[in-house]
């Protein structure tokens, strides 16, 4: 583990070197971090071979610490950390980034923000935007009100698995990973942001990956549907069960050899870049896919 301070935090990180390996940052989703995500099964990144991962957590979010001020923890704010922390790292270079909801909300603004900095994005579940941000927004006021009356414990944060969405089904309870005092401007900043209007999306000329699931409010396939229009070189696959998720880190992988292949004759990219080994999801044949979703690809 390693720290870096900046404007007003301290962010937690983590490097994972394959020497030669293209270079990957993996961000997280509201009230989560890089503990929870593995829990949850959604850090896709780390189960890819043959890559060097950054990982780290947002400000206020798991090790890293934060201000009380709601303006810090909106997208465009957190996307200057990201931004901050990669010359840090992996100064000069180019990455892949990778994040769900808040993540790909921050990956967003970076790109716009610094547009030479990323190989490529994969959004995982885009959170409600522009029409459909507006209740999101009121919910996250109410809950941070709730939080200061009543604490963290406020928070119903282990919904019924029959209330997922039918892809997440079957996943552990967790509880937010977050300072317990700076929750209330956490939720109010997300409360306060939103996606990049979709006239600026279009300078987004990077290849893109849209990773959504179906029947979740908060992560509506409205959202990834328009992101996929607006992005000019964007797919999208939708999952539709649990199986369809567990292989969303083979097609990380198999997008990283593509992006990283110089030459678009070639099949494959750099050695070595490949799912980790006991991510095949139960039941799979060789070259037979269990994959129940939809798929709008970009080529």
């Known amino acids: ?14 490097v994972r070197d394959t020497s030669g390996g293209p270079a990957v940052v993996a961000l997280h ?22 890559i060097r991962l950054l990982r ?5 979010h798991g ?9 810090d923890y909106r997208w465009p704010a957190l996307a200057r950390d990201l931004l901050g922390l990669l010359d840090h790292v992996v100064p000069g270079e180019r990455v892949h980034g990778v994040g769900p909801s808040m993540g790909a909300g921050t990956l967003l603004h970076a790109a716009l923000a610094d547009p030479g900095r990323f ?40 919904a019924d698995d029959a209330d997922l969405p039918p892809a997440a089904r079957g996943r552990p ?28 999306l279009e300078r987004i000329t990077v290849p893109v990956q849209i990773l959504a699931w179906t029947g979740d409010p908060g992560h509506p396939e409205s959202t990834a549907q328009t992101l996929r229009e607006r992005l000019p070189a964007a797919g999208l696959s939708i999952a539709a069960t649990p199986d369809d998720v567990v292989w969303w880190s083979r097609l990380l992988a198999a997008r990283l050899r593509r992006w990283e292949t110089l030459d678009p004759t070639v099949d494959g990219g750099p050695a070595g870049v490949r ?25």
Not at 31 to 48: F, G, N, P
Not at 175 to 190: F, T
């Open 29 to 50: 989703g509201l009230t989560s971090s890089r503990r929870r995500e593995a829990l949850m099964r959604l850090d896709i990144a780390s189960r890819v071979e043959g």
């Open 1 to 14: 583990m390693a720290t870096f301070g900046i404007a007003g935090a301290t962010l937690d990180f983590d």
């Open 275 to 299: 799912e980790a080994p006991g991510g095949r999801p139960r039941g799979d044949r060789v070259g037979v896919s269990p994959w129940k979703g939809r798929w709008f690809d970009s080529g």
């Open 119 to 158: 190989a490529s994005l994969t959004l995982m579940l885009p959170p409600t935007a522009w029409g459909t941000r507006r209740a999101r927004s009121r919910d996250y006021e109410r809950s941070a009100s709730a939080v200061e009356a009543d604490g963290v414990a406020a928070l119903d944060a282990g």
């Open 56 to 60: 780290y957590d947002a400000r206020g």
């Open 173 to 200: 309870r967790t509880e937010p990973d977050v300072r317990a005092e700076l929750l209330p401007a956490i939720l109010r900043g997300a409360a306060a942001t939103d996606l990049p209007a979709p006239e600026e």
């Open 63 to 71: 090790r890293s610490g934060g201000t009380t001020d709601p303006a």
